[in-house]
Every structure is written in structure tokens, then in C-alpha cells.
């Protein structure tokens, strides 16, 4: 069973496309969500702001995010059926 946080594919791809920046700390949600609205990735953006996920990209971020589909299985899930 994974640590990672579930999150869907395109929050994860601005997550991911902010850290490969270098822009910022990751532990700075708030930069974070800046950045990936620059960037062009807006559902990562309002994900990042919206306060009940606070939590779980503060655990993610020590524990690895894993993206995951429309469903909520990522892909390792998905090839397992």
C-alpha cells in the first residue's frame, strides 16, 4: 500500500510542472499555486488554494503524490485489474 496522496492527473501535472521550475520551496502552497497559475495550470492552482486540500498536499509533500483518474485509481491500480 502507497503513502502517496491521490490526486487528480491534472493537479498533479502542475504540481509536478512547479517543482521542475526550481521557482519556489514546495512547502510554500500558496507560491505554488501562484506559479502553476503562471504556468497555465489553473485546476492545480484552485486545487492548491482550496482549503480542504491543505492538508493533503502538506502530507503529500513529505509522502509523494500519485496522480489518479476520473475513478481515483492512479495508474498502477488501474494496470492491477
Known amino acids: 500500500m502507497s503513502d502517496k496522496i491521490?490526486?487528480?492527473a491534472g493537479v498533479f501535472e502542475g504540481i509536478e510542472a512547479?517543482?521542475?521550475s526550481g521557482r519556489t520551496n514546495m512547502?510554500?502552497?500558496d507560491v505554488v499555486a501562484t506559479i502553476a497559475l503562471e504556468l497555465g495550470y489553473v485546476d492545480a492552482a484552485f486545487w492548491l488554494?482550496?482549503?480542504a486540500n491543505h492538508k493533503a498536499y502538506a502530507t503529500g509533500?513529505?509522502?509523494?503524490?500519485a496522480a489518479?483518474?476520473?475513478q481515483?485509481?492512479?495508474d498502477e491500480e488501474s494496470h492491477a485489474l
Open 27 to 29: 512547502l510554500a502552497r
Open 18 to 20: 512547479v517543482r521542475i
Open 68 to 70: 489518479c483518474d476520473e
Open 72 to 74: 481515483g485509481r492512479t
Open 61 to 65: 509533500v513529505f509522502h509523494g503524490f
Open 6 to 8: 491521490k490526486i487528480p
Open 49 to 51: 488554494e482550496d482549503k
